[in-house]
């Protein structure tokens, strides 16, 4: 690489992954010598970028924090407030942020210095979210210290809680966070297991990077999303779903979540929504309503035989209140039964 701006750029970006590169495997990945290294690596310290370098028979190289923010054109109210608004994203696993804000994150934080830091935790420790959906929350720091492991390819120990409430110690080499809108989840090969896992994050606990470096797998699918797409699809049984829809098909697609797939339109007022779901029936039917139009559930028949009961049940509850009775006790459920969608960890 000859151009020396673009050749720093990258350079910057690899030292900003939190781990220490040897100057041999930089200077490998950049295809340049050791000696242009520790050139480049001058120049990024006159631009104000703390790198601190190891001694020994290799050497190395991580940047740390410093006295003062490098040269991101952020003064430090606008790095406390990315830093907070980050860590809210990444907490609640917001649509459209999810990945880029962990890593963003764990870039910002690797470099923030000390008072910045604090003021960070402080704001972020006396504010509280309103949280939005059915997913869980999540404690920034866990997807921080899980995405600087997967970037420097460093093993990773975590308490877990299985979904029966089991509690292991876990020994992995993560590959892949992934958000599934509602739940993060961590694709990792278990060297215990000695096998390809999904942990849902929000029940793993006290995560350590060990600073053991591993060569990265190969992933049995094409990606992380389709291996845990397909770990989920073997835990929970499939659903035929067949759904007409009053409404316009971007008016249905915008109320639905995007694993159920796109309407297809019938009409300039209506559509229908065929697919393959794995979604629990209560929360499936749920969602169906909040489309807020008129609807049809053609299959499968335990959906239409629980949209019916449903309705009895939304009926009578807002007849008694019309009448000032007291809600009746609904039994024949109990709360396992009625909550959200089965994860797809082991």
Known sequence: MTDTPARLLSLLSLLQTPREWPGSELAERLAVSPRTIR???????????????????????????????????LDDEEAVAIAVGLRAGAGHAIEGVEEASVRALAKLEQVLPSRLRHRVSTLQAATIPLAQGDGATIDPRTLTVMASAVTGTERLRFGYRSGDGTETKRQVEPYRLVSTGRRWY??????????????????????????????????PAGDAAKFLSRSMSRMKPSMEVDVSFLAPARFVAARLPAHLGAPEPTGPDSCRLRASVHDSLEWLALRLALVDCEFTAHRPEQLTDYLR?????????????????PPKQITGQTPEQTAGPASGQR
Do not use: H
């Open 39 to 73: 050139r480049d690596i001058d120049r990024l310290r006159a631009l104000g970028y703390p790198v601190e370098a190891t001694m020994g028979a290799v050497g190395g190289y991580r940047l740390v924090a410093g006295a003062a923010m490098p040269p991101l054109l």
């Open 186 to 219: 961590l694709v990792a090969y278990d060297l215990g297991r000695e096998d390809w896992r999904t942990f849902r994050v929000d029940r793993v606990s006290e995560p350590f990077a060990t600073g053991a470096r591993f060569r990265p797998r190969e992933l």
């Open 309 to 325: 009961e449903l309705g009895a049940k939304l009926t009578r509850a807002a007849v008694g209140q019309a009448q000032g009775e």
